[in-house]
């Protein structure tokens, strides 16, 4: 079994904390308990799913050939997109049951048309759209990396076509406005881009020591903090093509500030286990926020923007613990559903009934 790169899974770690904390919006992008916080999670929302790509990239693997690579991956993220999108099937049903349930659910989105709803996750992929477009692009990589290999040009054509591919979507979506294809085939385009950037520099970041992390992470945060700024005041198609230049810095950073911490439990655990994280992640967030801000009823709205900070960062981390417990369910009972082999402590127990 190859060594786990302690760093890699840090970075996986604090990039599902950034998505757990930009789930404190709506799932409409409302930031109705939390609103002085939009501009921040606006910033975030800039590089954080663009890091997992690159992450995938440097750790992604053709072992086994085209068809157990394929196997592997239909296990690993098709059967849990399919599986733990559900979730997102479940909310137009209890609010077409329960109407009053609207505002609490998701407020501002019409569930007139279940068909519709039905479409969008289990045809256009839009329930855990992660995975699904994770699938595109790491497929488009094997073909890449395949071709690559065989002309013997292999870094050169690799960051090229990441660099052609991250450019591809941002004209698509960001400057034409083109509709979303199918199956997140457009969005598989921007994770084969960033994919392809991971795999070229692979040998170079693996190696990353933790003064050249702190060095990327300070540079990588400066240049930044400058774009996140100048995106939002940007018309939209330069603020596509501006926004890749934030995601790269905003990679840099993360990846530095990863490497030059170099060890810590928590972030590795969430990291080594970010499936899962991701996959309940909306569900756990949305217990959470009901909880906090309906059932506990605090009204945060007015608060200045550190008291919202300090509270967004609360239930950023009661979310945390809570999908802690939940990935320790599926680990142990519900392996099945994130592509695992049945857990050895499971198989024991069975063979020792058996005798």
């Known amino acids: ?133 994770f699938f595109v692009g790491e497929s488009l990589m094997y073909a890449v990396a395949t071709m690559s290999n065989r002309t013997g040009q292999c870094q050169l054509l690799i960051i090229a076509t990441g660099l052609i591919a991250i450019l591809v979507y941002s004209l698509y979506h960001g400057v034409l406005s083109l509709p979303e294809l199918p199956f997140q085939l457009d969005r598989g385009v921007q994770v084969l881009g960033y994919m392809c950037l991971g795999y070229a520099f692979k040998r170079t970041l693996i190696v990353l020591t933790r003064r050249q992390g702190a060095i990327l992470f300070f540079l990588g945060t400066s240049l930044f903090s400058i774009l996140a700024i100048i995106n939002g005041f940007c018309t939209p198609p330069i603020a596509a093509f501006e926004a890749i230049l934030a995601a790269v810095t905003g990679l840099v950073a993360a990846i530095g500030f990863s490497a030059a911490m170099a060890h810590n439990r928590v972030f590795a655990s969430i990291g080594e286990n970010s499936l899962v994280y991701y996959a309940l992640n909306a569900l756990t967030l949305n217990i959470c926020k009901l909880g906090v801000f309906r059932v506990l009823n605090i009204d945060a709205t007015t608060w200045p923007w550190i008291g919202q900070l300090l509270m967004g960062i609360v239930v950023t981390i009661l979310a945390l613990a809570l999908l802690a417990i939940e990935n320790a369910i599926v680990q142990r009972w519900l392996w099945w559903t994130i592509g695992k082999p049945r857990p050895a402590a499971t198989v024991s127990a069975m063979h020792a009934k058996s005798k």
Do not use: C
Request: hydrophobic share 55%; glycine share 10%; net charge positive.
């Open 1 to 133: 079994m190859k060594k786990r790169i302690e760093w890699i899974d840090i970075a996986k770690g604090i990039g599902i904390t950034l998505v757990s904390f930009g789930h404190l919006r709506n799932g409409d992008g409302q930031s109705v308990w939390l609103p002085a916080l939009d501009s921040l999670i606006a910033a975030i929302y800039l590089f954080h799913m663009p890091l997992f790509f690159l992450l995938g990239g440097i750790t992604f693997s053709m072992r086994g050939g085209v068809w157990q690579f394929l196997r592997r991956k239909i296990k690993t993220l098709l059967v849990p997109y399919y599986i733990f999108s559900l979730y997102f099937l479940a909310k137009p049903f209890a609010v077409l049951l329960v109407p009053r349930l609207r505002a609490e659910l998701n407020a501002g989105r019409s569930y007139s048309s279940a068909g519709k709803q039905f479409i969008d996750v289990l045809v256009m992929g839009n329930g855990l759209w992660f995975l699904m477009a």
